[in-house]
């Protein structure tokens, strides 16, 4: 079959020029400008190709499809289980690291992600700080299934680096000894509000596991309120030297993190994403 008649039908199905060369590229195992010197496809690419334009037409993301997503210039494998890394989260990493590796003496400090999802932000952090080294390194997470899925990532990148754990917060390395150390936390957890569907992409609410989007009903900060509880505690009983956390917030969570965190009279730090909203905050004085 013709190359343009092919795009053509798809075109007129309401894909984009992008979407179609995209899943062509894939499909053919090309780059972008190979593609202009295809003339015809056929029938076994057709049928492949096909299958693909379904799930984009239903909504299905264009990461999940091909089960990769692109990370902090890093491929990691996603699939329905973990959400798709965004750049925004990329924000939380770039900021950890200007702070790692300019403002924070991370001599005796042990880093520990929690919700760790896919694990692409302690891989990206882990590989960036080379050859800076903590002296432990941990992937937290409470879902079984998005486990399965950070042990690629973490076997494909730093398998003797992180070690994966299952937890509910930071429960699962409540009891390691952390005593007279520093701690360095990193978070992305459900942050939005449920059933807050008009501020949500109609593919990602679709598509993506509702158990890593969603909070809780009220102010949508409950989950992070109990992991700074966590961090008072982990401090008090081990006698932690320091606690630096980082974490990542919904675009109107400003206001009720920042009244909480006074209340707590933590000290804590505002950064904005590339839409110039406030998204990361890095917390200490715990």
């Given amino acids: 079959m013709k190359k343009q008649e092919y795009i053509d039908i798809w075109i007129w199905a309401g894909l984009s020029i992008a979407q179609i060369e995209w899943v062509l590229c894939s499909i053919l195992g090309i780059w972008k400008k190979e593609l202009f010197l295809q003339h015809e496809i056929s029938s076994k690419h057709i049928y492949d190709a096909q299958q693909m334009f ?83 390194s941990f992937a937290l997470e409470i879902s ?48 939005i509000k449920d059933g807050d569907y008009a501020n949500m992409d109609a593919s990602v609410v679709r598509n993506e596991p509702n158990r890593a989007l969603y909070g809780w009903a009220q102010t949508w900060f409950e989950l992070y309120k109990e992991l700074i509880k966590q961090c008072f505690q982990m401090k008090q009983v081990h006698k932690i030297e320091e606690i630096h956390l980082f974490i990542e917030i919904w675009f109107d969570q400003k206001q009720v993190s920042q009244r909480y965190l006074q209340e707590m009279w933590l000290s804590f730090e505002y950064f904005k994403d590339s839409s110039n909203i406030e998204r990361v905050i890095y917390i200490t004085n715990f």
């Fill in 144 to 191: 079984q299934d998005a486990m399965d899925v950070a042990s690629e990532n973490i076997e494909k990148y730093a398998p003797w680096k992180i070690e994966l754990r299952e937890s509910n917060l930071l429960s699962g390395v409540f009891h390691d000894n952390f005593s007279e150390k520093k701690l360095c936390i990193s978070a992305n957890l459900p942050y």
């Fill in 54 to 136: 379904f799930k984009l037409a239903s909504w299905e993301s264009e990461e999940y499809l091909l089960e990769t997503a692109n990370f902090y210039g890093r491929d990691f494998y996603v699939d329905q289980r973990v959400l798709i890394p965004r750049n925004d989260t990329e924000v939380l990493v770039s900021i950890m690291l200007k702070k790692l590796l300019r403002d924070i003496d991370i001599k005796n400090m042990s880093y520990i992600d929690v919700g760790t999802g896919s694990a692409c932000i302690p891989v990206s952090v882990i590989l960036e700080m080379h050859p800076l080294k903590f002296e432990q």
